[in-house]
């Protein structure tokens, strides 16, 4: 019946190869980034497309309009891969970060927030220079930008991808959690919240101590 009709045959060859192709796309970007169980379960996925459907794709590439249909599939299913894997957010990213802001402590308050914060001094041609190399979870590598431009606007950032994390406190220095309950336009009242909590939890904890 898919044979019969031209059109039909069209749409079953374009949309069974955004799919496969999107498999392969996500399969490709799971391994290089280290997912390797993730990888397998993509690549079941994929298999199966190619042989319950794919081969009768491979089979009516016969006809121009099928062939274009193919390639505009191929075209799509990676576009469509890549927004997957972009809204899944795989893995971390490091902000290198260097500010002139040296009044203010910007490497606590990025931790206060929630993120892994390892800094240190340099020297530029103006003068000393706070550095940061700061870990995120990568679906809040924009949110982490923002924030440090709210903090400080004039601040010098590079962000990357890390493949491999392994030792340190950084892992366990990123909280999820903290990250994801505040918002870059509010972070100032955010900090002052949470100082205000931490001087009243420590002023609980000395009234303690003295009555003890």
Known sequence: MISQSVVLMVIVIFVINIFYVSFMTL???ALTKGYRYMAASVSI???LVYIIGLGLVLDNLDQPVNII????????GILMGLKIEEKLALGYMVVNVTT???DRDLPDQLRVLGYGVTH???YG???ERTTMQILTPRRYQNKLIDTIRELDDKAFIVAYETKTISGGFWTKGVSSRKVANYEP???EEVLEEIYEEEMAEANGKSKKEEKI
């Open 45 to 47: 996925l994929e298999t």
């Open 120 to 122: 240190g001094t340099a």
């Open 185 to 187: 336009e509010h972070v």
């Open 100 to 102: 002139a802001e040296r």
């Open 69 to 76: 249909a193919y390639a505009l599939g191929f075209g799509a």
């Open 125 to 127: 041609r103006d003068g």
């Open 27 to 29: 399969r490709t970007v």
